[in-house]
């Protein structure tokens, strides 16, 4: 079974633009969730949805948001990127809404200019 | 003062000593516990998933849980230099989806 998938694998942008990240889950799976890791901050939660519904939000501006598709897939995104927005921005997916198992894919390095 | 905390090392032991990881929180609505393994420019590898107390063994690897005082610990048996990643714990608290609270993190190195 293909793991998490994300894409682009890389991306160098400038500040001010905007940005947006693929994630595919595991087949089957239902709930996509996004974490952004930096050396200073560790791994922080995003948000998460389960079934096309955002279900959870971090402390983020509103500049960060997401969306998933009846297929699962999810994409989030980033406008008015900041030097502060460069990071890893990983995905995970797990097979129900709620304690269960989950999946990260490889992520996204993002560098803000 | 972060909900949860991990002692960042890094850590250095030779090839086939035994290791231990540990992390506390301070948040007791957790109940859910995770250990990942994230090797350098990959993501993070689920290890060990367990609820509430209590042990669970996993081949080389233990994973404990104290509830009581909010403290969890990995052990990594017969320790290989393919072991040399960073060990992440993770939580969930009832009620919060799969939102999981990392910890920082542990460097380990196995050295031969």
């Known amino acids: 079974k293909a793991g998490v998938t994300q894409t682009p694998r890389y991306l160098i942008k400038t500040r001010g633009q905007q940005v947006t990240l693929s994630c595919s889950p595991i087949s089957g799976h239902r709930s996509v969730s996004w974490y952004q890791q930096t050396p200073g901050q560790g791994l922080q939660f995003l948000f998460e949805y389960f079934s096309e519904t955002q279900r959870n939000k971090g402390n983020f501006p509103g500049r960060f948001s997401g969306r998933q598709f009846s297929n699962s897939r999810s994409e989030m995104n980033v406008s008015t990127l900041e030097l502060g927005d460069s990071a890893l921005y990983l995905c995970?997916?797990?097979?129900?809404?709620?304690?269960?198992?989950?999946?990260f894919g490889p992520g996204t390095r993002l560098t803000v200019l | 003062q972060k909900e949860v905390e991990q002692d960042p090392g890094p850590l250095s032991v030779p090839e086939g000593a035994i290791v231990s990881l540990n992390c506390t929180y301070s948040n007791s609505a957790f109940q859910y516990f995770m250990w990942y393994r994230q090797y350098s420019r990959k993501g993070p590898e689920l290890l060990m998933y367990?609820?509430?107390?209590g042990n669970k063994e996993d081949g080389r690897f233990t994973a404990q849980v104290d509830k009581s005082s909010k403290y969890i610990s990995l052990f990594i048996r017969d320790s290989q230099p393919s072991d040399s990643a960073t060990y992440l714990c993770?939580?969930?608290?009832?009620?919060?989806?799969?939102?999981?609270?990392f910890g920082t993190g542990t460097q380990l190195k196995v050295e031969l």
């Open positions: 995970a997916s797990s097979l129900r809404g709620a304690h269960n198992e989950q999946f």
């Open positions: 367990t609820y509430s107390s």
């Open positions: 993770a939580m969930s608290a009832a009620g919060g989806g799969n939102k999981l609270t």
